[in-house]
């Protein structure tokens, strides 16, 4: 085999295997996420002894809550002139007060014409330790875990 299609050879089995290996993180962070609904936990190179060596951690945050739109604006404005008065909210149309008193508002509760939109969901992410390289390494010498359990093979009939 030439020199240039071992290389190529090397890049096709690489990106396959990447492939594999993203696919198999986002279901271990999906994975992991149920079992965290929110909140931090550290992983180990012994998972029973958690002063050996940080192999990282998993964070799961609070869901993101966007922020309130208006969505018919002269329904809004007679909401806002009939709680607040005429103070300064409302021109021809929303002045820039007007729109920030409607949106805080919404937040506290139901505005006509406002629309709050549904929390985004909080995703998982991975924090790995600066020596995760070095620790994966050594414990796939001492055995403690092989790619046929990490990565999903499917074969083809």
């Known amino acids: 085999m030439t020199t240039t299609a071992s290389a190529l050879r090397k890049l096709a089995i690489l990106s396959g295997l990447d492939k594999q290996v993203k696919a198999a993180l986002a279901d271990a962070k ?3 996420a149920k079992e965290l609904p929110r909140g931090t936990i550290h992983v180990f190179v012994d998972a029973d002894d958690p002063m050996s060596e940080s192999l990282g951690y998993l964070s799961v945050p ?3 809550q966007p922020s309130p739109q208006i969505v018919d604006e002269t329904l809004a404005m007679s909401w806002l002139l009939e709680t607040f008065g005429e103070d300064g ?14 949106i805080e508002a919404a937040k506290r509760g139901h505005v006509p014409g406002v629309e709050v939109p ?6 998982p992410r991975w924090r790995p330790s600066d020596n995760v390289v070095e620790l994966v390494q050594a414990m ?5 875990f092989s790619l046929d359990d990490l990565v999903q093979r499917e074969v083809e009939a």
């Open 30 to 32: 999906a994975e992991a």
């Open 62 to 64: 609070k869901p993101s």
């Open 89 to 102: 909210m409302v021109e021809m149309r929303l002045s820039s007060q007007g729109r920030t008193t409607l």
């Open 118 to 123: 549904e929390p985004k969901p909080s995703s």
């Open 140 to 144: 796939w010498r001492r055995g403690d």
